[in-house]
């Protein structure tokens, strides 16, 4: 039978080069399927909330995204014999940016696994703790009050197309301060348009980590040029004496 330089017969060559093609073509395949694939991005914090605004950049572009601290209502400051009604709450920089909304006014404090997406409620104010001084008000209101592991779910724009995704904390108030929050970090969807649970963070706990999905066949097939590079070995290889 002819051979050719690698000493393979020529039936051997027109299979390994039909392989190599199929590989290739199952490795394009696979390039662009990633590049579809959505993914969901989780920055970690520790951050805990006392005084001071903090200001969240939701997917780490360098542009705030949205602000949370206190803000206050009423004849606050010197007027003394006034009302001064104080929220605790998150607030979206720009109008799209937006929180979803719970009873009232106040913004849901969503449980892990809800979901945020399409069809879900939201606004750009709202608040998560509202202390009212005022009698028609008069005390503490609000989704909020002394809770732990709840997330606020999120929507804002990335090159004009919606994105959902979630802010979360580790408890909201403690003690006689309904106004401490401490958070665990907050995650967005890549995919515009695309649901997100309430706490997903992808398969890693990294400070920016992003999901990875699990083999697929085109993976699992694009590992055949491993079995080439064998094949072509033993086909080199001196026989055995």
């Given at each position: ?8 017969s020529l039936l051997d ?47 780490n572009d360098g ?179």
């Open positions: 039978m002819r051979q050719n330089r690698k000493g393979m060559e027109v299979l390994e080069r039909r392989m190599l093609l199929y590989v290739l073509a199952a490795g394009t395949a696979l390039a662009g399927a990633s590049i579809a694939q959505a993914k969901v991005v989780f920055t970690r914090t520790n951050i805990v909330y006392r005084s001071s605004t903090i200001q969240i950049d939701l997917n542009n705030i995204d949205f602000d949370f601290g206190v803000s206050e209502s009423g004849w606050c400051g010197s007027m003394s014999n006034g009302y001064c009604n104080h929220f605790l709450d998150a607030l979206g920089l720009q109008p799209s940016n937006q929180i979803e909304k719970g009873l009232n006014r106040g913004q849901a404090a969503l449980m892990a696994g809800a979901n945020i997406g399409p069809g879900d409620v939201f606004a750009n104010s709202g608040y998560m703790v509202l202390v009212c001084t005022a009698p028609s008000c008069a005390g503490t209101h609000g989704s909020w009050i002394n809770v732990a592991d709840r997330f606020l779910g999120v929507k804002f724009l990335i090159n004009g197309q919606v994105h959902y995704g979630w802010i979360g904390f580790r408890r909201v108030g403690e003690k006689l301060s309904p106004f401490t929050a401490r958070f665990s970090g907050w995650a967005y969807e890549t995919e515009p348009n695309k649901p997100i649970r309430a706490g997903d963070r992808g398969e890693s706990d990294d400070s920016a980590s992003v999901y990875s999905p699990e083999p697929t066949s085109l993976q699992l097939l694009a590992l055949g040029h491993t079995g080439i590079a064998d094949r072509q070995r033993r086909i080199a290889a001196p026989p055995q004496s």
